[in-house]
C-alpha cells in the first residue's frame, strides 16, 4: 500500500466518516401553544376583519397579518366564526373597561344588580363620553370593526352586539336625574326606558359617523363633543 494511503488508513477508525457540510437552519417556529400568540392572533383578526369584514377575510389572511402559520391559528379556534367573535368579545370588553375605570373613578358600583339608579351625575356621564370617545380615536380598527363591521355578521355575533348594549343601557339609568313628583311610576319607567336606550342608540350612532369618511369625520371634534354632552344631559333629564 502506498505511504500516503496507509498513513490515512491508520490515522482513520471505523465510526468515522466525513463531517456533513453546514446548512443553513432556519428560525424555529413560535409554539402555536403560547398564549401570547393566540393574543397575537386575536390582534391580527381585529384588523384584518376591520378592512375586510367577516365575509371577505380568509384565515390564511389572519394567518398571513399575525405572521404565523395557517395551523397555528386552527390550534387556537376551530374557524373563521369563533376567531371573529373572540377579536369582537376582545373590543367589546375593553370598551366596557373604559367605562367601568371611569364609572369606578367616580363612586358608581358596578357590582349593582339594580343598575346604579342613585348616581345621576352629569359630569360623569361626561366623562364616560370622553373616556370612549378618546379610546375609539386611538383604537380606529377595534371602532371600525364594532361599528361598521358587525351588523349580521354572524348569529352569535347579533348576541353578543346585543348583550353589549344592555349592559351599557343598564348601566345609563345611573344618569338620570331625580323623579318628578308630577308623573306616576308606570310613565316615570316608561320615560327613563325611552331615555336611556336612545342615550346609547345616539351615542353609537355618533361614533359610527364620525369615523373615517362617515357624514361627521370632518366636523371638529371639540364641537361635536360639546354637542353630544348637551344632548346627553337633556336626554337624561325626565321631565
Do not use: C
Request: proline share 5%.
Amino acid at each position: 500500500m502506498p505511504r500516503t494511503l496507509t498513513t490515512l488508513a491508520q490515522r482513520s477508525t471505523p465510526g468515522d466518516t466525513a463531517s456533513p457540510r453546514p446548512t443553513a437552519k432556519r428560525p424555529a417556529a413560535h409554539p402555536a401553544h403560547r398564549p401570547s400568540r393566540r393574543n397575537e392572533i386575536i390582534d391580527a383578526a381585529i384588523r384584518l376583519f376591520a378592512r375586510k369584514g367577516f365575509v371577505d377575510a380568509a384565515i390564511s389572511d389572519v394567518a398571513e397579518e399575525a405572521d404565523v402559520v395557517v395551523t397555528a391559528v386552527y390550534y387556537h379556534f376551530s374557524g373563521k366564526e369563533e376567531l371573529f367573535t373572540a377579536a369582537v368579545h376582545r373590543v367589546f370588553d375593553s370598551i366596557s373597561a373604559v367605562v367601568s375605570e371611569v364609572r369606578a373613578g367616580s363612586g358608581a358600583d358596578e357590582g349593582s344588580a339594580v343598575a346604579d339608579t342613585a348616581v345621576g351625575d352629569d359630569e360623569m356621564l361626561d366623562r364616560v363620553i370622553d373616556a370612549v370617545w378618546g379610546w375609539i380615536d386611538t383604537h380606529p380598527d377595534e371602532a371600525t370593526l364594532v361599528h361598521l363591521q358587525l351588523p349580521g355578521a354572524t348569529r352569535q355575533i347579533s348576541t353578543l352586539r346585543q348583550e353589549f348594549e344592555d349592559l351599557h343601557v343598564r348601566r345609563a339609568f345611573g344618569y338620570l336625574g331625580p323623579a318628578k313628583a308630577s308623573r306616576t311610576s308606570a310613565a316615570r319607567r316608561a320615560a327613563e326606558n325611552l331615555a336611556v336606550r336612545t342615550l346609547v342608540d345616539v351615542l353609537i350612532s355618533v361614533h359610527t359617523m364620525r369615523l373615517a369618511d362617515g357624514p361627521l369625520s370632518g366636523e371638529p371634534g371639540g364641537q361635536l363633543r360639546a354637542a353630544l354632552h348637551g344632548l346627553a344631559h337633556r336626554l337624561v333629564r325626565i321631565e
